[in-house]
Structures are given as C-alpha cells and as structure tokens.
C-alpha cells in the first residue's frame, strides 16, 4: 500500500532521526519536529514509537525484498543471476542507507512479535539466494563447500555497507556494487567475472 503524503513525511522523519540518534536516543516529539508536525500526528499513523520504527523495518524489508526478487526473476543464467542479485542488493543498500541503517541496528528495540516478522523476512532473502545458488550448483557453475553459510556471505556483502560505506570517500556507488558483485562471483565460481552479465553498466 502507498503512503500518503503525510505518512512519506514522517516515515522520513522518523528515518533520518533513528539513524541520527538510535531509536533509545529518540523521542515522538523528535520525529513530529523533524516532520513539522505536532507531537500528537505521530499517533494519528501509530500507536507507540516501537510501531513507527516496526513499521519502517517491514517496509523497508519488504522494498528490498521485492526488488531482489524482480532481479532473480529477470535472469536465467545462474552467473550472471548471481552477480546481478549481489550487485542490486548492494545498490539498493547504498541507495537506501539510512532506512536499512535502521532496520538493521534498532532491531533489538522491536517487540519479540514484530521481531519474529522482520526475521521471517531475512530468511526469505537467504532462501531466495540460496535458490540461486543451488540453480548454478546443479548447472556445475558453482563450487560451494558450504551453501548456507556461503549465501549469508553472498547477501553480507551488501548488507555490510551500510556500516562502512562513506559517499566522502568513494561515492561511487555503482562501482562499489559491481566490486561485490565480480567478487561474489570470484568467491563461488572459477569463471571471471566478465562471465557474468551485469545488471548495470
């Protein structure tokens, strides 16, 4: 479902604020600041700050989700599947890091139920590569000693760069997803990475 206009505006708010000051370190008042709104439209959309930031993790997820997903099933070679999911769910981490900063460092912060929801959303991400990685296994384009815990490496890689990643120092973003792309490829195959068919030129 979209966001209204003013749902886009505090989702933001609330966004930027969580990554500024971690979701201990904020107050409703902060986020209806941030927005320019009242304390009291924050409750209008949620009931507590706890939902607010439940409600930024399962869509922000779920955004990620379905775009790795539309990758997976714009590809049929395992190669250059493989490389293309690595390299947009790497992108897509670059290019929403504040909300995946957000998800990822104030999960603790979320109610053992809303918890249970965003964790069953990470393993649809590691079955969804490891379906990839099992297509190229059987293709004999693969060697992979370890298949869980060679697709926790393959989705880390993308999602390590929100911990990193410093538009300061490199702002190349394309280049740094093809990087974790070629290299995902270099790590489960002995073909180059020229084998494999980006997603991005």
């Not at 500024?20 to 600041?33: K, P």
Request: avoid cysteine.
């Amino acid at each position: 479902m979209e966001l209204t206009k003013a749902q886009r505006r505090l989702f933001d708010a609330a966004i930027e604020v969580f990554a500024e000051h971690g979701y201990g370190g904020t107050r409703t008042r902060d986020i209806a600041a941030k927005a320019d709104r009242s304390p009291a439209a924050v409750y209008v959309h949620h009931s507590s700050k706890e939902e607010l930031l439940f409600a930024i993790s399962e869509r922000t997820q779920r955004s990620a989700l379905a775009h790795l997903q539309g990758v997976y099933d714009a590809h049929s070679d395992p190669v250059g599947r493989v490389h293309a999911m690595v390299m947009e769910f790497s992108l897509w981490h670059l290019e929403n890091i504040q909300a995946a900063r957000v998800t990822q460092y104030e999960m603790h912060a979320l109610t053992p139920e809303h918890r249970a929801v965003v964790i069953a959303q990470r393993r649809e991400f590691h079955r969804l590569m490891r379906t990839a990685l099992e297509a190229g296994i059987r293709a004999g384009a693969f060697e992979v000693a370890d298949l869980h815990r060679t697709t926790h490496s393959l989705l880390a890689l993308g999602i390590d760069l929100i911990r990193w990643f410093d538009p300061g120092v490199d702002p190349d973003k394309v280049s740094i997803a093809r990087h974790n792309a070629d290299l995902a490829i270099r790590m489960i195959s002995s073909l180059s990475p020229s084998a494999a068919h980006p997603g991005r030129n």
